[in-house]
C-alpha cells in the first residue's frame, strides 16, 4: 500500500520532486514507502536533477527508475504491485490536456489503485475522479498529508481501491460487446 507509482512522461511539470519529498517524509513512518517511476524522461537533464534530489534526501533506493516500458502488460505487472497511483501535474485552459481525463487514470484504475491528483489537473480529471471515488483531489502543497490519511486509513483505501475496479470495468471491451450484444437480440 506504501508504494507509489508514476507512469507517464517524465518532466518538470509532473511534479515528480515534490513525491520524492513525500517519499522521505513518509518513510519515517512507513518504511516500505517507495517512489515507481515509469517512463521517459523528456529532458535528460531534468532526470538528472530528479536523481540528486533522491541522492541529497538520501531515498534514492527508495525511488525505483523503471524507465520507458513500450508493453503496457509489463507496465500493468508493475502498477498491480503498488498502492496509490499519482498524477500530479498541472495543466491550464490553454492546455489540450485541461479538457480531458488523462490516459493514465484508466490504467491505474483497472490496476486497483486509487490516485492523487492536483486540484488544478483540469476540471474534468477532478471531476471524474471526486464524482467516481477514484482518488483524492489534493493541492500541491497538501500531497504529503493526503498520503499520510490514506495511508492511516485503510477503510478508506480500501472504499477507493474498490470505486476504481468498479469504475474501470465499464471499461471493459468484452462487456461492453455482450451488452451490446444482448440488446440487439444475439
Excluded at 109 to 128: E, H, N, Q, R, W
Amino acid at each position: 500500500m506504501h508504494r507509489l507509482v508514476y507512469y507517464g512522461g517524465v518532466n518538470a511539470s509532473v511534479h515528480l520532486d515534490k513525491a520524492i519529498n513525500a517519499v522521505k517524509i513518509l518513510s519515517q513512518s512507513w518504511q516500505d514507502t517507495e517512489l515507481l517511476i515509469i517512463g521517459k524522461a523528456w529532458d535528460p537533464e531534468y532526470e538528472k536533477v530528479l536523481y540528486q534530489h533522491a541522492v541529497k534526501s538520501v531515498i534514492e533506493k527508495k525511488i525505483i527508475w523503471h524507465g520507458q516500458i513500450s508493453n503496457p502488460a509489463d507496465a500493468y505487472a508493475i502498477l498491480v504491485t503498488c498502492g496509490v497511483a499519482l498524477c500530479i501535474y498541472e495543466t491550464n485552459p490553454s492546455m489540450p490536456s485541461w479538457y480531458q481525463l488523462p490516459g493514465k487514470i484508466y490504467a491505474y484504475a483497472a490496476c486497483g489503485l486509487p490516485v492523487l491528483v492536483l486540484d488544478t489537473s483540469g476540471p474534468i480529471t477532478v471531476k471524474t475522479v471526486t464524482q467516481n471515488k477514484l482518488g483524492i483531489v489534493t493541492s500541491l502543497e497538501g500531497i504529503v498529508s493526503c498520503l499520510q490519511n490514506l495511508f492511516e486509513n485503510q477503510a478508506r483505501y480500501a472504499d477507493l481501491s474498490t470505486s476504481t475496479l468498479a469504475w474501470a470495468s465499464e471499461y471493459d471491451w468484452e462487456k461492453k460487446f455482450d451488452l451490446h450484444c444482448r440488446r440487439i437480440g444475439l
